[in-house]
C-alpha cells in the first residue's frame, strides 16, 4: 500500500456524497444517487454503475461494515461526522466485499477525499482507520462457512476471511461443538476455558451476536424476527436483506404472445451477464413465465423495457395486485401508486385505473413508464388529509374530458379501435369502456359525491422491512416510534380509500414490511372500527434468497378486504 495519493474518482465521491445524504436526512439512496447524478446525467454509464454499486453496497452492509471497522481500528460511527462516515463506509465496502478493487486504490482514494471535505486530520484518521480494516483481511474468495468466525459473506457461497474472529473469543461454532464431544455433563468437566465462559449458553450467546453482526442487524431485532417466524425464517429474512435482488421482467400482454416474450427476452438476458449469471425463467401465481434478471444487468436500458414489451415487478408485489381480482372495465382507485407497477399490472388486466400519489415527480415517472406500455393511466396528485377531495376533483376532471373526447356519431373504426388504456378484448370498443369514476352499471346513479370506483389498491407508505436488499436505507429508520407513527398513517389512508369505494366493493391493503404492527394490526383495527368491511383472506410473505435468481422473493404483505355484505 505505498502507491501515491491520486484524487478520488468521480464515481467514488459521487457514492460518498448519496450515502452522506442519506446518513443525514430521511430520503431515499436512488433519489440522493439521482440527484447527484447517477443516472447517468452527468457521468458516464461505467461511472454512474460503479457508483450505485459502492453506495447500495456501503448502506446495504453498513452495520457488518462500521462493527469490523470498530474491530480492528479506533473508530466510534456515532462520534464521525457523516460526510467522514460515508468515506470510511464505502472504502470499507470495497476492501470487504469487493475482490478485484486493489485496497491501496480504495484506502488512497479514501483519504484524499476525506481531506478535500474535512481536512488534514481527517484524512488521517481515515488513512489509519482503513489500513488497519484492509491488514485485518485474510481472503477473499472463500468458501462461505457460517460456523466460521472470522467470516464476512459476500455472495450466496462466497465470504471474505478476516484474520481474527468478528468477535473477540469466539472458537466457531464447529470449535465449539469440538468441546461439546469432550463434556461428560460434569459441572467441573470439558475444557478450562469453556467453563469459565459459561459453556453453552455463552456459545449460543456468541453465535447470536456473530449473526447479527454479519447480517448487518441489531441482536435486539434479529432475535424478534427469531422468535416471529421461527429459527431458519427469520434468519433467512436477515440474510436476504444484504443480498443483491434480481430484477423481475414480466410481459406486456398487449404487445407480446408468450412466445415473443419468451423469444425477445432470451435473445436480450439470456447469455451471461456482467454479475457472470445468466436470466432465468419462473413463473407467477398464473402460471405465466416471468424472467428473472440477476443484479449487474442494467435492465432499465435494455431494449425490450424501452419499448415498452415488458416491466419490471417483483413476485410479491404482483401476488398483491392479483389478490384484488379486477374485472375487465371496473373503476380501480390506487391510493399510493408512484412507482406504478401495481397500476400498470391492473390496467394490463382490464381495469380504469386512476393513479394517485403524494409525490408529482415519481407520479411523472408513472406516467411515462405507462405510456411506453401502450397504457393511459390518469394521474392524481394527493395532499396530506385532503386525499379524498382530490380524488373527487380529479374523478370529475376524467368524466368531463371523457365527454369532451366521445364522437357524437362514431364511425365503426372508430367504435372498433380501443382506446389506449382501454380493456384488451377487441370486442369492446371505447364507448363501452365508462371514464375513470364512472359507475360501471350504464344505470347506476351519478349523484353527487356517491363512491366512484368498484375496488382500491391501498399499498401504503411503510418500514419497507421486507425490502431491505432494494432499500437499504430503511434499516436506518426502523424503530418502534417510526412503527406507531406509520401504522397511524396507514390506519388512515386505509379508511380514506374505503370512502371511494361503492356498495359491494373490496378493497387490497399492501405494504412491503414484514412487521405486524403495519400489517395484521393494521387490519385488525380497520376491520374493528368499520363494521362494514370484512377480512376475507391476508398473506405474509417473507424475502427469501437463494443460489438462483428465481428464489428470490420480496418480503410483503397483502389482505383482501371485502364490504361484510357481500356474499
Known sequence: MTAPRTSASPARALAARAVTAVLSADGRLSDAL?????????????????????????????????????????????????????????????????DRVPPFAAVNEAVSLAGRLRGGAAAKMVNAVLRRAAEAVAQHGAKWDAAHPAAIRTGWNSATILREPLIPGDLGDEANRGEAAHDDGNPGSGPPERNRRGGGAHHEDNR????????????????????????????????????????????????????????????????????????????????EAVLFVPPGVRVAESAILREGLAYVQDLTAADAARLLNVHRVEQVLDLCAAPGGKSIALALRGARVLACDASAARLERLRENAQRLGLEIPCCITTEGRERACIER??????????????????????DAPAVGAPSDPHTSTADAPAVGAPSNPSASTAAREPAFDAAMVDVPCSNSGVLARRPEARLRLSATALRTLSQLQLRLLRVAAGCIRRGGRMVYSTCSIEPEENERVVEAFVRSDPRWRCAAQRLTLPTWGACPSAWRDGGFAALLVDAGSP
Open 34 to 98: 439521482t440527484q447527484q447524478g447517477a443516472d447517468g446525467s452527468r457521468m458516464d454509464a461505467r461511472d454512474a454503475g460503479l457508483a450505485r454499486q459502492l453506495a447500495f453496497g456501503a448502506v446495504r452492509h453498513l452495520g457488518t461494515i462500521e462493527s469490523v471497522l470498530s474491530r480492528f481500528a479506533a473508530y466510534e460511527p456515532r462520534r464521525t461526522h457523516p460526510a467522514l462516515r460515508a468515506v470510511l463506509l464505502t472504502a470499507g465496502y470495497q476492501l470487504l466485499y469487493l
Open 208 to 287: 447470536r451476536r456473530r449473526l447479527a453482526l454479519q447480517t448487518g442487524e441489531t441482536p435486539a431485532r434479529l432475535a424478534q424476527w427469531i422468535e416471529r417466524f421461527g429459527e431458519e425464517r427469520g434468519i433467512a429474512a436477515a440474510w436476504a436483506g444484504q443480498a443483491l435482488p434480481p430484477a423481475v421482467l414480466h410481459r406486456n400482454s398487449r404487445r407480446l404472445s408468450r412466445e415473443e416474450f419468451a423469444s425477445r427476452a432470451a435473445a436480450e438476458f439470456g447469455g451471461a451477464s456482467p454479475a457472470d449469471a445468466a436470466a432465468v425463467w419462473g413463473s407467477d401465481a398464473d402460471g
Open 394 to 415: 380529479a374523478v370529475a376532471r376524467e368524466a368531463d374530458a371523457s365527454t369532451a373526447r366521445a364522437p357524437s356519431d362514431p364511425s365503426p373504426s372508430t367504435a
